[in-house]
Nanobody
């Protein structure tokens, strides 16, 4: 059974940093893509960052590029999302996601088979 367990969320002031962790029950590189999504109340789930295992290429949405970094530590079976210079608009529930399917864009939430339970990030003004 594949399980993803997120942690590291919390409340911070604008300009602060958080590092989210996603512990994967198997080698993260067995998946085609690992990604982080977020969803704020009243909004659709949005891709924040993605990483393709075969290339190591990472992708970010325009609003987070330059501030967020996705990375992996395969020895720890953990995917990270380092979030710097946080803004109030980053407030959301953050989810780790994984899929083995090729041929789809990383930011398409509907393609992902496995999801974590989410961890809340709240950024205050």
């Amino acid at each position: 059974q594949v399980q993803l367990v997120e942690s590291g969320g919390g409340s911070v002031q604008a300009g602060g940093s958080l590092r989210l962790s996603c512990v994967v029950s198997t080698d993260p590189d067995t998946f085609n893509v690992m990604a982080w999504f977020r969803q704020a109340p009243g909004k659709e789930r949005e891709g924040v960052a993605g990483r393709y295992s075969n290339s190591g290429h990472t992708y970010y949405t325009d609003s987070t590029e330059g501030r967020f970094t996705i990375s992996q530590d395969n020895a720890k079976k953990t995917v990270y999302l380092q979030m710097n210079s946080l803004k109030p608009e980053d407030t959301a529930m953050y989810y780790c996601a994984a899929d083995k399917t090729r041929g789809a864009f990383w930011h398409q939430a509907e393609m992902y088979t496995y999801w974590g339970q989410g961890t809340q990030v709240t950024v205050s003004s």
